[in-house]
C-alpha cells in the first residue's frame, strides 16, 4: 500500500485550493489555452471543468457549508495543480507507450477491487482518494490507470517511481511533447516533468506603481 500511495501522490491532484477565476486570456502563441502540449490545446475552459469536478465532489462530500468553506480556505492552487496533473497525464502516457507499456481494464478493475477491500468499499476508497489526492469519483479509475502505468513503467525500467531511471523516461517524454504553458499558470521544467511558478516582476511593477500614486 505504502507503494501505491507514493504513485498516488506523484499522479494526483492534492486537495488544493479555492482556484481564482480563469479568463480565456491565454497567451500570444495560443489564445485561450492553459497548456499546449504536443500542439493540442488544453483549453481554459477544460482546465475550468476540471477544476469545478473536484469542488462539486467536495461539496457533495461535506454537506456542512461552514466545513465546506474551511476546506475550500484550506486550498489555494487547485487550478495550477489540476493543470500540471493534466500535463503530468500525458507525459506518462507518452512516456509508458514509448517504452511499450500498456494498461488492460481488468488490471484496473484488480486494483480497484483490491484498494476497495482495503478502504472498506466502494465509498471509501472514493471518499479517501477525494480527501487525500483530489480525485474525483469520476476520475478514479483513470487515476487508477495512470498509477498502473506508472508502476508498470518503473518495473520496465528495472527502477521505482523515485529513481532517475523513472523520472529520465518522464524526462525525455516532456521534451518530445513540447509542453507550452500559459504563462498565468508557470513554466514546464523539462527535467523534472513538473510545473514552476512564475516570476512575475510585473506585479511587483504595478504594486509599486500604485502605491506611488496614492502616496
Not at 480565456?24 to 477544476?51: E, F, K, W, Y
Amino acid at each position: 500500500m505504502h507503494r501505491r500511495r507514493r504513485t498516488a501522490l506523484v499522479l494526483s491532484t492534492v486537495i488544493a485550493a479555492a482556484a481564482p477565476a480563469l479568463t480565456a486570456c491565454g497567451n500570444d502563441a495560443h489564445p485561450g489555452a492553459a497548456a499546449v502540449v504536443d500542439g493540442q490545446r488544453i483549453t481554459v475552459a477544460q482546465l475550468q471543468s476540471r477544476v469545478d469536478e473536484v469542488r462539486r465532489a467536495q461539496r457533495a462530500a461535506v454537506p456542512d457549508a461552514a466545513q465546506y468553506e474551511r476546506v475550500v480556505a484550506r486550498t489555494g492552487t487547485l487550478a495550477r495543480d489540476t493543470l500540471h496533473q493534466l500535463v503530468l497525464n500525458r507525459v506518462l502516457d507518452r512516456a509508458a507507450r514509448d517504452a511499450g507499456v500498456s494498461v488492460s481494464r481488468r488490471e484496473i478493475q484488480q486494483m480497484r477491487t483490491g484498494l476497495e477491500r482495503q478502504a472498506g468499499g466502494r465509498k471509501g476508497l472514493q471518499t479517501a482518494w477525494l480527501q487525500q489526492y483530489g480525485v474525483p469519483p469520476k476520475r478514479l479509475d483513470e487515476n487508477l490507470r495512470l498509477q498502473l502505468e506508472a508502476q508498470k513503467l518503473a518495473t520496465k525500467l528495472h527502477a521505482d517511481t523515485s529513481q532517475p531511471a523513472f523520472w529520465k523516461a518522464l524526462s525525455d517524454a516532456s521534451r518530445s511533447l513540447r509542453i507550452d504553458l500559459n504563462p498565468r499558470y508557470g513554466s514546464w521544467d523539462v527535467q523534472k516533468s513538473s510545473r514552476v511558478e512564475a516570476k512575475s516582476p510585473w506585479l511587483r511593477e504595478v504594486s509599486t506603481q500604485t502605491t506611488q500614486q496614492t502616496a
